[in-house]
């Protein structure tokens, strides 16, 4: 979209401005770098809006992409100039939580993005095993979506919606919400766990450590903040 005025505001509105761009933005700068891993946190986009607007993003200098073994393809990640966004969209969060929150009903509650957010915070350094399988399950969800398993080895993890044949260590049960919380400011582990919103089941180890590695978003104490 061209807004034809010399305005800066107007220019970066034209890179910046169309739809799902400044969330394509937001996976980039919350750490996502692989097309999978963008899909996931973006939910309802399709792949040819995402193929898109990655396009405009790499033309523009703002994104690179580049190839990688580790991931057997290619990796989009942030320029100098794409990371300047980083505070820009924290200011944007929180001016979000302040003034147009989310109500968190059904529709917006993705456990998708809920399970990446999870992945992108874990603390591999502070898990006290190095071999180990964490188990999520949703209280308020039905269906192969109900049960998502985080797998850690040698300080790596890989993220699995389907059983990954190995013995659950730890299983956390819980609703969405609560989850979502950790990662907006409106809630914290040790209130969940005190409140009874979030149930631990399997090992002691793993349990007693459970808030050393199982880390909220560092925006969200931004947020908190902001909120205040």
């Not at 033309?59 to 980083?86: C, F, N, P, Q, W």
């Not at 009903?105 to 964490?134: K, T, W």
């Not at 040790?190 to 050393?212: F, I």
Request: aromatic share 6%; charged share 25%; net charge positive.
């Amino acid at each position: 979209m061209k807004y034809g005025q010399f305005c800066p505001i107007a220019k970066a509105s034209e890179v910046l401005g169309e739809r799902w761009t400044l969330l394509v933005v937001r996976e980039l700068v919350s750490g996502s770098t692989r097309y999978r891993d963008l899909q996931r946190g973006l939910g309802r986009i399709s792949p040819s809006v995402l193929s898109s607007r990655l396009k405009v993003l790499v033309e523009h200098g703002i994104v690179e992409k580049v190839e990688s073994d580790a991931v057997h393809g290619s990796e989009y990640r942030l320029t100098a100039m794409g990371r300047e966004l980083g505070p820009i969209i924290e200011s944007v969060a929180v001016w979000g939580q302040l003034w147009v929150r989310s109500r968190m009903n059904r529709d917006e509650l993705d456990v998708e993005l809920i399970m990446l957010r999870v992945q992108q915070n874990f603390d591999a350094s502070a898990f006290p095993e190095e071999h180990g399988v964490v188990a999520f399950v949703f209280s308020d969800l039905h269906g192969k979506l109900r049960r998502w398993w985080l797998l850690v080895d040698d300080g790596q993890l890989e993220l699995c919606a389907q059983p990954p044949g190995r013995k659950e260590d730890l299983t956390l049960t819980c609703a969405r919400r609560t989850l979502a919380q950790l990662f907006t400011g409106e809630g914290t582990l040790k209130g969940a766990l005190a409140g009874g919103l979030l149930a631990t089941r399997g090992s002691r180890k793993l349990t007693s450590s459970l808030q050393r590695w199982l880390r909220p978003a560092p925006i969200s104490a931004l947020l908190r903040q902001g909120a205040h």
